[in-house]
C-alpha cells in the first residue's frame, strides 16, 4: 500500500493525526480517480466490442442495448466488489440543489437460500426512486409518485466511500417523470448542453471549419466556503437551522488588514485541505488550487475544469465532501453566501468556455486571422446573449444567501455586466464604428488582416468587482451562489448562448461573402449589445446610476429575480432549444418561491427562538445580576451611576427587542397565511425579512453592553478568529 493509499485510508475513517504523512507524486497518479469507473476501468474490464458501443453512447449519444448495458453492469459490479462495494445507488439531483440517494444491496436470493452479487443492465440504466417526496412544483401528482432515474453515462460511475468502511458504487442520473418532464437540475442541464452544441457547430461550419463534430461547454466551478470550529457551531442555533449567523456584533479585527487573502495557511486548516484533496483526487474530481480568500477563516478550493456535466457533478462532490471532510477534523464548512454580516461572502466562480472535440477552445484569441474572426464571433456570441438575457442569468444565482451577498459591498451587484478589459474593450469599440481597431504597440500581434483586427496576445487584466468577467480565454460568472448547485446557471448560459449562435450561424449560411458578414455581425453585437460592458468598479455607487441609464436590469431580490425564468419570454426560448417546457418552467418557479419562502420562515423562526430562549433569558438575569451588585454597592456606602446607566442602556434595548420580537411573530404568521407562492414569498421579503433585521440590530446592541460571561453564544470574535 502506498503511502497515500494509507493516508486516504486512514482519513477515510476518520483519524488524522498530523504526523508525518508525506505524500509523493507516484503515489498521487495511482491515487488519482482510483475510485472512478472511468476510461481506463472501462478499458481494462470490458470486452473490445463492448466497449465501444459504450464508446459511442457516450460520446455520440447513440442508443444504449440492453446486452450492451447487461454486460457493463456485470463488470460494474465486479469492480465496485473488489473495492469493497455492497450497495450500488442511483444519484441525482433533485430541484432542492442537493443531490439524492437511496442504497440497494447487490444481494440476489439463490434457491438454496443462499445469496449471490447481481447487478444488471436494467438496474444500471434505469432505477424508480419514490419520487413523491421530491420537490415537482405540480409537475408530477402526488397520486401519481413514480418518477425514474436514467443513467447519466457521460459522467462516469463512482465509488463513494465513508468513514464507517462502507462503499457504494455511484451512479449519475437523470430524474424525470413518466411524462418525461424533468424533476431534476440535470436534464436541462444535459439538454442544454446539446443544443449549444449543436449551434456553435452550425457557425463553426459557416465558417469553413470541417473537422469538429461537437462542442462542449466547459466549465470550473471555483467553491468558496468557510471553516469553524464545530464547538462554537454546536452552540448556535441559526448556524445550524440556516447556515448563517441571524445574530452577532463584529468583531473588533474584521477583513480591514487585508491579512487573510492568499495568507500561509494553519495547520489545522492544511490538514482538512489535504484530507479533502485525498477524497476529492479518489472520486477522480481535479482538485488544483487551495487558499485562504478575504474574509476570516474563509478558503477556496478550484479544480480544473472539465464538461459542464462532469462540472457540475464534482461542484456538488465538492461541497458534499468539504462538509464531511470538516467534521473529521472538528470543523464546520459553511457554504451560505453570507455566513457572517460585515466580512465578505462566499461566492462560486463558474468559469465558462465552449470547446471543440478537436480541442479548440472557442474563447481563446487565435494567432491566425481565421481564428480571431471564430473568436470574435463567438465572444459576439456571449455578448448578446448575456445582455439580451440578463434577468435569467440574474434568475439563475437568485437565492436567499445570494439576497444577502449581491449589491452588498465587497459582492458583485445585482446587475449583470460584462469585464472585457481596456484593450479588448478599445477594440470592440472601434470595430462597432466600423474601424479595423487595430491595437496599439507591441502588445498586439499584428496579423495584417483587412477587416478584422489583430488581438492582445494576452488580455490579463483582471477585475474582481465584475459578474462577468472575461478572463483571456473564458468567461467568469461570479454571482453564483456558493450553496447552489451550478446545473442551473450554466443551463441558462448554455441555452442563451445557443439562441444567440443559431441567429448568427443562420446569417452565416446565407451570406455571399462570409468574412463581411462576419465583420457585420461582430460590429451590430457591439453597437446593441456593448452596453453591458463595464470595466470600472463594479462595487461602486456610481455605477448603479450609470447602469440605470444604461438600462440594464438591476433586481435586487430573488423573489423578483425568479419571474425572468417564468415568463413568456422565457418559454419561448428554453422551448425553442428544447431545454425546458413551459410547464417544466413553471414548476422550477414555484419550487424556488416555495424555497424562498421556507428558507425565511426558518430564519425567522429561529430568530425567534433564539431572543426568546437565550438572549431576553440572558440579559433578564444579568440585569439581576446587576441590581443585586448595586444592591451591594449601596451597602458599603457607594454610589450606583455607573450600575444604573448600564442598565438604563440595557433596559432601552430589551425593552425594544421585546416589541421586536412580537412584530416579528406576528409578521410570521401573517405571511405563512397567504395561499398563493408568489403573495407568500412577497409577503416573507417585505415583512419578515425587515422584522428580522430590526431585532437583530436590538441584539447585537446588547451584545457589546453584556459581559462575553453573560452572553449565551459564542461572538463573532470567537468563531473567526479562534481556529
Ligand atoms: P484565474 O481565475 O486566476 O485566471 P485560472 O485561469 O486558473 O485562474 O482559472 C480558474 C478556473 O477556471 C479553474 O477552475 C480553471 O480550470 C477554469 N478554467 C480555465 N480554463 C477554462 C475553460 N476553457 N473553460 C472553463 N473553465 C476554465
Ligand atoms: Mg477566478
Given at each position: 500500500m502506498s503511502v497515500l493509499q494509507k493516508i486516504a485510508k486512514e482519513s477515510a475513517s476518520g483519524r488524522?493525526?498530523?504526523?508525518?504523512?508525506k505524500t509523493h507524486s507516484d503515489d498521487l497518479t495511482e491515487l488519482f480517480g482510483s475510485n472512478v469507473f472511468g476510461d481506463r476501468a472501462m478499458q481494462e474490464r470490458l470486452p473490445e466490442d463492448i466497449y465501444r458501443a459504450l464508446k459511442e453512447t457516450i460520446e455520440k449519444g447513440k442508443l444504449l442495448t440492453l446486452e450492451v448495458a447487461n454486460v457493463v453492469a456485470n463488470a460494474m459490479k465486479d469492480w465496485a466488489i473488489e473495492k469493497g462495494a455492497t450497495h450500488y445507488t442511483h444519484w441525482f439531483q433533485p430541484l432542492t440543489g442537493k443531490t439524492a440517494e437511496k442504497h440497494d444491496s447487490f444481494i440476489t436470493p439463490t434457491a438454496d437460500g443462499h445469496i449471490i452479487m447481481e447487478f444488471s443492465g436494467k438496474q444500471l440504466i434505469k432505477g424508480e426512486p419514490?419520487?413523491?417526496?421530491?420537490?415537482s412544483g405540480g409537475i408530477r401528482?402526488?397520486?401519481?409518485?413514480r418518477g425514474y432515474t436514467a443513467w447519466d453515462c457521460t459522467s462516469p460511475a463512482f465509488l463513494k466511500e465513508d468513514a464507517a468502511g462502507n462503499v457504494t458504487l455511484t451512479i449519475p442520473t437523470a430524474f424525470c417523470s413518466?411524462?418525461?418532464?424533468?424533476?431534476?437540475?440535470k436534464t436541462p442541464l444535459l439538454r442544454s448542453m446539446e443544443a449549444v452544441s449543436k449551434q456553435a457547430i452550425r457557425v463553426l461550419r459557416a465558417l469553413g471549419?470541417?473537422?469538429?463534430q461537437r462542442v462542449t461547454a466547459t466549465v470550473g466551478a471555483e467553491q468558496e466556503y468557510f471553516l469553524i470550529d464545530k464547538k462554537y457551531y454546536d452552540q448556535r442555533i441559526d448556524l445550524i437551522s440556516?447556515?448563517?449567523?441571524?445574530f452577532g456584533g463584529p468583531s473588533p479585527?474584521?477583513?480591514?488588514?487585508?491579512?487573510?487573502?492568499?495568507?500561509a495557511l494553519k495547520d489545522r486548516i492544511s490538514a482538512f485541505m489535504r484530507d479533502l484533496d485525498i477524497e476529492l483526487w479518489k472520486m477522480g474530481v481535479l482538485a488544483k488550487t487551495k487558499h485562504n480568500e478575504v474574509a476570516p477563516t474563509q478558503f477556496e478550493m478550484a479544480p480544473i475544469f472539465s464538461t459542464t456535466n462532469v462540472a457540475t457533478d464534482h461542484n456538488q462532490l465538492v461541497m458534499e465532501t468539504m462538509q464531511k471532510v470538516a467534521l473529521r477534523h472538528n470543523l464546520v464548512c459553511l457554504l451560505h453566501?453570507?455566513?457572517?454580516?460585515g466580512v465578505n461572502g462566499s461566492g462560486k466562480h463558474n468559469n465558462w468556455s465552449l470547446a471543440t472535440?478537436?480541442?479548440?477552445?472557442?474563447?481563446e484569441p487565435g494567432n491566425t486571422p481565421y481564428d480571431n474572426e471564430q473568436f470574435l464571433i463567438f465572444l459576439a456570441a456571449t455578448l448578446t446573449a448575456v445582455d439580451r438575457h440578463a434577468d435569467k442569468l440574474r434568475a439563475s444565482a437568485a437565492n436567499t444567501g445570494n439576497d444577502l451577498r449581491?449589491?452588498?459591498?465587497?459582492a458583485p451587484p445585482a446587475i449583470i455586466s460584462v469585464f472585457m478589459g481596456d484593450e479588448l474593450s478599445d477594440i470592440l469599440e472601434a470595430l462597432g464604428k466600423g474601424k479595423s481597431g487595430k491595437g496599439k504597440?507591441?502588445?498586439?500581434?499584428?496579423?495584417?488582416v483587412d477587416s478584422l483586427p489583430s488581438l492582445p496576445m494576452d488580455n490579463t487584466d483582471r477585475n474582481r468587482?465584475?459578474?462577468?468577467?472575461?478572463t483571456g480565454n473564458k468567461f467568469e460568472?461570479?454571482?453564483?451562489?456558493?450553496?447552489?448547485?451550478?446545473a442551473g446557471p450554466n443551463t441558462v448560459l448554455n441555452t442563451v448562448a445557443a439562441e444567440a449562435l443559431d441567429e448568427i450561424a443562420t446569417r452565416l449560411e446565407k451570406a455571399p461573402d462570409v468574412n463581411k458578414e462576419a465583420t457585420a455581425i461582430v460590429r451590430e453585437a457591439v453597437n446593441k449589445?456593448?452596453?453591458?460592458i463595464f470595466n470600472g468598479n463594479?462595487?461602486?455607487?456610481?455605477w448603479v446610476k450609470e447602469a440605470k441609464k444604461r438600462g440594464l436590469p438591476n433586481i435586487s431580490n430573488t423573489v423578483d429575480a425568479l419571474a425572468a425564468m417564468a415568463n413568456d419570454n422565457a418559454t419561448k426560448l428554453f422551448e425553442k432549444y428544447k431545454v425546458l417546457s413551459g410547464g417544466e418552467l413553471h414548476s422550477r418557479y414555484e419550487v424556488y418561491l416555495e424555497q424562498y419562502t421556507k428558507h425565511i420562515n426558518i430564519e425567522a423562526k429561529a430568530s425567534i427562538d433564539m431572543v426568546k430562549k437565550q438572549y431576553i433569558p440572558s440579559v433578564i438575569s444579568y440585569l439581576g445580576d446587576l441590581g443585586r451588585a448595586s444592591q451591594d454597592a449601596k451597602s458599603i456606602g457607594l454610589t450606583v451611576t455607573v450600575q444604573k446607566d448600564l442598565a438604563g442602556k440595557i433596559n432601552k434595548h430589551l425593552v425594544a427587542a421585546y416589541k421586536k420580537l412580537a412584530i416579528l411573530e406576528t409578521a410570521r404568521e401573517k405571511a405563512n397565511s397567504f395561499e398563493h407562492a408568489k403573495e407568500k414569498a412577497e409577503a416573507f421579503r417585505d415583512k419578515v425579512v425587515p422584522a428580522m433585521h430590526g431585532l437583530r440590530s436590538d441584539i447585537d446592541a446588547l451584545e457589546f453592553l453584556l459581559p462575553t460571561t453573560a452572553w449565551p453564544v459564542p461572538s463573532y470574535a470567537e468563531m473567526l478568529f479562534k481556529l
Open positions: 488524522n493525526e498530523v504526523t508525518s504523512k419514490d419520487a413523491s417526496s421530491f420537490p401528482a402526488t397520486f401519481e409518485a413518466y411524462t418525461s418532464e424533468a424533476l431534476d437540475k471549419n470541417t473537422t469538429a440556516a447556515g448563517r449567523t441571524l479585527k474584521g477583513q480591514e488588514l487585508e491579512d487573510q487573502y492568499f495568507g453566501e453570507k455566513p457572517f454580516a472535440d478537436d480541442g479548440q477552445n472557442l474563447l449581491l449589491g452588498a459591498n465587497e504597440g507591441e502588445r498586439f500581434m499584428a496579423l495584417g468587482t465584475s459578474p462577468f468577467a472575461f460568472f461570479r454571482m453564483v451562489a456558493s450553496s447552489a448547485s451550478i449589445h456593448g452596453r453591458v463594479g462595487y461602486a455607487a456610481d
